[in-house]
């Protein structure tokens, strides 16, 4: 069941945490540990550490996001 909800919010929950993490880091350490792959690539790590935020993550995301658009609105 958990599966279920979370594969659809994966990209939203990814999108958000890149962005905590942009935010902090440059982008070419980021680039370099995050999504370089090899024996410093922490993708796999990453990804494992962000499955049990998901739901958390993606809903922050929209939040953020209807936010914006509201800011931009008015």
């Given at each position: 069941m958990y599966s279920c909800i979370c594969i659809p919010l994966l990209?939203?929950?990814?999108?958000?945490?890149d962005d905590i993490f942009l935010h902090y880091f440059s982008k070419h350490i980021f680039d370099e540990y995050i999504n370089g792959g090899g024996a410093k690539g922490?993708?796999?790590?990453?990804?494992?550490?962000?499955?049990p935020l998901i739901i958390p993550l993606a809903i922050g995301y929209f939040i953020y996001q209807i936010k914006k658009h509201r800011k931009k609105q008015s």
């Open positions: 990209p939203f929950a990814k999108k958000c945490s922490g993708g796999v790590l990453y990804i494992m550490v962000l499955i």
